[in-house]
């Protein structure tokens, strides 16, 4: 499973992630994340925003209700795939 590191904002430490599906929306990438490998876990939508020259990328969660629906019906298929169930 890949991993990634989030830096809260106003925090000092990087929180790693672990990538449980990605999509393309409107040419933006989005990732699926959990903080547990196995088992149960919090979950997040991550927007990746890429710098000027698209060297350094950074995550935000996604907060907008309908950014998060319809990211999460691009990744319905592949999750249930995974186990995992979701409704929208």
């Not at 449980?20 to 929306?25: Q, S, Y």
């Not at 995550?59 to 209700?65: K, L, P, R, S, T």
């Amino acid at each position: 499973m890949e991993k990634v590191q989030f830096m809260p904002e106003g925090e000092d430490k990087a929180v790693d992630f672990f990538v449980l599906d990605e999509a393309m929306l409107g040419g933006k990438q989005y990732l699926l994340v959990t903080d547990s490998p196995d088992g149960d876990g919090e979950a997040l939508i991550l927007r990746a925003n890429p710098d000027e020259k698209g060297t350094e990328v950074t995550y935000e969660i996604v907060e907008d209700d309908r950014e998060q629906t319809a990211v999460l019906l691009l990744m319905k298929d592949s999750l249930e795939e995974l186990g995992i169930e979701i409704e929208v």
